[in-house]
C-alpha cells in the first residue's frame, strides 16, 4: 500500500525544495533523480548530450526539456504525456504560457536554476484548466552543454487522479 506523505493527504503545496527534503509519490520521480545523478558523475552537471531518450524511457513522455535563457525558458521537447495534459507548448516560452502555468513552473525553474541543483514540488491541483483533478509533482534538473554552465532544464511532471482520504 502506497503511504502518502503528509503534504499530499493534506492536499497542500509543497516546495520548491531540494529532492532530499521531500518523500516522492510516483517511482518516476525517483528513477529520473536516480538516473540524472547517474549521468552527473563529479561534474557540477550531466551532459546535455548524455541525456538520451533511450536509457531514459520510462520517463521520458513526462519530460518537457527546456533552454534556460536569460529571464525565460524555452520548451525545446514537451514529452506526450505533458502533451495529453497542457496540450503543446513544444517551442513557446514560458512567459507565454497561461498565468496558472506559467507561474507555478517558474516558481520551480527558477528555484532549480538559482540553486544550480534539482528541485522537487507538489501541487494538489493541476493549472490545467480541464483537469484541476490531477495532483501533480514536478522535479527539475539542471543539465550543461560544456558540464560547468546550466544551459537546460528537464521538468518531469507526473500527475495522478489519486484523491487521499483521511
Known sequence: ????????????????????????ISPLVSDALSHWHSLKGGRPYPLRR????????????????????NDDYRIRFFGSKLVETYGELTG???????????DRNRLIFDACRDSQRPAYAYWPMSAARD???LDVEGLCLPFSKDGT??????????????RTLR
Do not use: C
Request: no cysteine; net charge negative.
Open 50 to 69: 548524455d541525456f538520451l531518450p533511450e536509457n531514459a524511457t520510462r520517463f521520458w513522455r513526462y519530460l518537457a526539456l527546456m533552454d534556460v535563457l
Open 131 to 133: 483537469k484541476p483533478f
Open 1 to 24: 500500500m502506497l503511504t502518502l506523505p503528509e503534504y499530499a493527504l493534506d492536499k497542500r503545496v509543497f516546495g520548491p525544495v531540494p529532492p532530499e527534503e521531500a518523500q516522492f
Open 149 to 162: 554552465s546550466l544551459d537546460l532544464i528537464a521538468g518531469l511532471n507526473v500527475s495522478s487522479s489519486r
Open 92 to 102: 513557446r516560452k514560458i512567459s507565454e504560457l497561461d498565468p496558472a502555468i506559467r
